[in-house]
């Protein structure tokens, strides 16, 4: 294979996934030896791992590259290093939980002719494209069917994903300061990339298995909860810059709070990083090109 011709990153974070790793890196290693998923180089960026992680790549995988972080530094985080770090023009994010087919890469790259394609999903078996919904004040979403054809995603996985590199760049890639250590950072940088009328698609045939939850799962589910709703709440904060939206949103919020009394705590938690949100939300009101309602008005009959 010419070196020109390798084109893709591919990423896999990874915290005490030993197990995982000697599980799926074989198939990983499988596609890599495609040439027409031209892929570059693989890159695992080990968050600070105490199992034996690190060891077993370097014994077992030696044409992968290791960056290793001293501390723990989150989900994000890690995923930014490896952006950074890479060779590629194109980014293939892979949680250390997924297997690539043989070929998972060759019609991927086809929709990045087009200029305005951001990222691309993979297709997770039993999952379709993202639909997204701006339902009593908040960002939901759900999956769409697994149809055969390419269609527009509300949101690109950052664990079963591909992301042109320069504009990953120009986004300052997933927000860690606001959104580690996990939960809502990918469905952010896709909305804003949408912002700027980009393109978000899903692919049929570019096939994975996606065992989900198996690497975040051993974190407590109360915290896991809380982040998760904490993060839901930053987005809408940081990005939902229309008005009337934004006026729904403060509806929503407080008609949720008389509901459920404890959620006040969520908000004082996210309310924490007010500072860095607002300094985010005007970043978003200065460099936006598409309207919050004509996002999710894509995606309402699809």
């Known amino acids: 294979m010419q070196k020109n011709s390798q084109i893709v990153s591919i990423i896999i974070p990874?915290?005490?996934?030993?197990?995982?790793?000697?599980?799926?890196?074989?198939?990983?290693?499988?596609?890599?030896?495609?040439?027409?998923?031209?892929?570059?180089?693989?890159?695992?960026?080990?968050?600070?791992?105490?199992?034996?992680?690190?060891?077993?790549?370097?014994?077992?995988?030696?044409?992968?590259?290791?960056?290793?972080?001293?501390?723990?530094?989150?989900?994000?985080?890690?995923?930014?290093?490896?952006?950074?770090?890479?060779?590629?023009?194109?980014?293939?994010?892979?949680?250390?939980?997924?297997?690539?087919?043989?070929?998972?890469?060759?019609?991927?790259?086809?929709?990045?002719?087009?200029?305005?394609?951001?990222?691309?999903?993979?297709?997770?078996?039993?999952?379709g494209w993202a639909r997204g919904k701006f339902k009593d004040g908040f960002i939901e979403h759900e999956s769409g069917s697994e149809s055969e054809d390419v269609h527009e995603s509300f949101w690109v996985n950052g664990g079963t994903g591909v992301f042109r590199r320069r504009y990953w760049m120009k986004l300052n890639g997933m927000d860690e300061k606001l959104l580690n250590p996990f939960y809502w950072e990918d469905l952010d940088l896709s909305y804003r990339a949408a912002k700027r009328g980009w393109l978000n698609l899903w692919d049929p045939e570019a096939k994975v298995v996606h065992e989900h939850e198996l690497t975040i799962g051993r974190i407590s589910k109360t915290f896991r909860e809380k982040i998760q709703q904490r993060n839901q709440l930053i987005l809408i904060w940081k990005n939902i810059t229309s008005p009337n939206l934004f006026r729904k949103h403060i509806a929503g919020l407080v008609r949720r709070i008389t509901q459920h009394p404890g959620y006040i705590l969520i908000v004082f938690i996210a309310l924490k990083k007010w500072r860095g949100i607002a300094k985010a939300r005007k970043k978003e009101r200065k460099e936006a090109k598409i309207s919050d309602e004509a996002i999710f008005a894509k995606f309402k009959n699809g």
Do not use: C
């Open 14 to 127: 990874n915290y005490n996934g030993k197990e995982l790793l000697e599980k799926n890196l074989p198939y990983v290693l499988k596609a890599y030896r495609n040439s027409g998923n031209k892929i570059k180089e693989i890159i695992v960026v080990d968050d600070a791992s105490t199992d034996d992680s690190v060891t077993f790549i370097k014994h077992n995988f030696p044409e992968i590259r290791i960056i290793q972080h001293r501390v723990n530094r989150g989900f994000s985080s890690a995923v930014n290093m490896g952006a950074r770090s890479a060779k590629g023009k194109y980014l293939a994010l892979l949680n250390s939980d997924v297997i690539p087919s043989k070929n998972f890469l060759e019609t991927v790259l086809q929709h990045f002719k087009d200029d305005k394609v951001f990222a691309v999903s993979l297709h997770e078996k039993g999952y």
